[in-house]
């Protein structure tokens, strides 16, 4: 009876195995700089001078973690500063836009422990010299057909329902002026992946979906990037 008791014990156990969602990615807009009135935000002007360097950052919301990542920095968002998504070939694509000089990461060695805006962002980019900084997030959630799963929520994967199960991953981004805080541009990217969710039955599938979602998002984003970046060109660079 022991024996036959363990061993029922150890089959539940192993059909409730729960997977974490990510935390959430952050609003750009709710940590941009807030200007007093509009005039103040007309009277921001772009700044920086060509070839540029430039900064990139990933933010998130304040603790965000996943399986692969974590953050670090507390207040209105935080930095995601592992590479869980990026790739050297996409890094590589952003360095070889026309007129950049050169791309680099913002460390967190450089980041304050309190984050409240963009400005913060910057402070740290001009440590690095750079002349523009972009900055995005990633944003996953997860469905099925009956049930929306938010961010930090957990999934008992023995019992999803065997129906339709789809994962979206969205990029957001925006390029700013390092020196004055004027956002040239912004731009989204979404991708989706979907499948049958029994298929989603250990932690490892329902990961593997996930990055290959947000990697997705992230790669069409830089497409978007550049696309923006020919138009900062074409306005800025005298």
Partial sequence: ?????????????????????PGAGVALGSIAEQDG???????????????AHMAIVRVASSGYRSRSSSSVGTGAFSVVT???????????????????????????????????SVRDLRTS??????????????????RTEATDV?????????FLPNRKATVHATFAFM?????????????????TGDQRSNLWGTEAAIEAARLKAEREAFE?????????WTSILAQHDN
């Fill in 1 to 21: 009876m022991r024996l036959a008791l363990t061993v029922a014990l150890l089959f539940l156990v192993g059909a409730c195995s729960t997977y974490t969602t």
């Fill in 37 to 51: 009135d509009i005039s103040e935000a007309y009277s921001r002007e772009p700044a920086a001078t060509f070839p």
């Fill in 82 to 116: 592992t590479r869980d998504i990026e790739t050297e070939e996409s890094l590589a694509r952003l360095a070889a836009l026309p007129r950049v000089a050169a791309v680099a990461p913002v460390s967190r060695l450089l980041l304050p422990g309190n984050l409240g």
């Fill in 125 to 142: 980019a001009a440590q690095l010299r750079a002349d523009v900084i972009l900055i995005y997030t990633i944003d996953t959630r997860f």
């Fill in 150 to 158: 938010g961010p930090l929520q957990t999934i008992a994967l023995g």
């Fill in 175 to 191: 390029i700013v002026d390092v020196r004055t805080g004027f956002i040239y541009g912004t731009g989204e990217t979404t991708a």
């Fill in 220 to 228: 069409t984003g830089i497409g978007e990037v550049e696309k923006l």
